[in-house]
């Protein structure tokens, strides 16, 4: 079946502006996950979705940053007034639940503020 | 402050020989470690996992160990492959909580 699928693949903004990033996780999976991985470190943790409710948003770093799933299912992450230190790729994982499990991953949209 | 360490940026071994990741991690709360493998422009794939309450998990030529007492678990890959060269991530959670990774280790496997 379909795995995690991410749009943009690339996305080029330049400072200040606004991007929205799309995730489609696996179908049927109830939790979504937003990572960032920044180049030489590991995937660090955004925000995660269980349904349609942010259970934890304690990853994001500042309010610039904001991520919905209104139909407990694709998912948005929005980044206003972009910065350079913003350039990352951002992962989208998802999961059946949040219990002890893996989380399939999707490829990330590499985005890159100039 | 680095709860879960990769001190080995990168690693090359023979096809046929045995690799050896280590991690090291500093939550004594933790209770579930993961390896995830992550290939260029793809996201990390899950590769084997462990519970703290066990101190090895084998999954045909991937092998996990943990040492509690330590706070280092180590991914065991025997025979290497050229085909398990990638970048490898070490994962911990405590509960519920979200994963902390690791920075990686990249394998290169000599054919």
New interface residues.
């Given amino acids: 079946g379909a795995g995690v699928s991410q749009t943009p693949s690339n996305k080029v903004t330049e400072k200040g502006k606004y991007v929205e990033l799309r995730c489609d996780p696996i179908s049927g999976h109830t939790a979504l996950y937003w990572y960032r991985q920044s180049l030489g470190q590991g995937p660090e943790f955004l925000i995660y979705f269980q349904g349609t409710g942010a259970a934890d948003d304690s990853g994001l770093p500042n309010d610039r940053f904001f991520a919905v799933r209104p139909e407990g299912s694709v998912s948005t992450l929005k980044i206003q007034r972009t910065e350079r230190g913003d350039s990352a790729v951002y992962l989208c994982a998802s999961s059946f639940g949040t219990g002890v499990g893996e989380q399939y991953f999707g490829p990330g949209t590499r985005l890159t503020v100039t | 402050d680095q709860q879960?360490k990769?001190n080995s940026p990168s690693l090359s071994v023979q096809e046929g020989r045995i690799s050896i990741l280590n991690c090291d991690y500093t939550n004594s709360m933790f209770d579930?470690f993961?390896w995830?493998k992550k290939y260029p422009?793809?996201?990390?794939?899950?590769l084997i996992?462990i519970?703290s309450i066990k101190d090895k998990n084998e999954d045909g030529r991937f092998t996990v160990f943990l040492n509690k007492s330590a706070k280092h678990l180590s991914l065991h890959i025997v025979p290497s492959q050229p085909g398990d060269s990638a970048v490898y991530?070490c994962?911990a959670?405590e509960g519920?909580?979200?994963?902390?990774?690791?920075?990686?280790t990249r394998l290169s496997v000599i054919a």
């Avoid at chain 2, 422009?41 to 899950?46: I, K, M, Q």
């Fill in positions: 879960v990769q579930y993961l995830y422009a793809e996201g990390p794939t899950f996992s519970s991530f994962a959670r519920n909580t979200p994963l902390v990774f690791g920075k990686g």
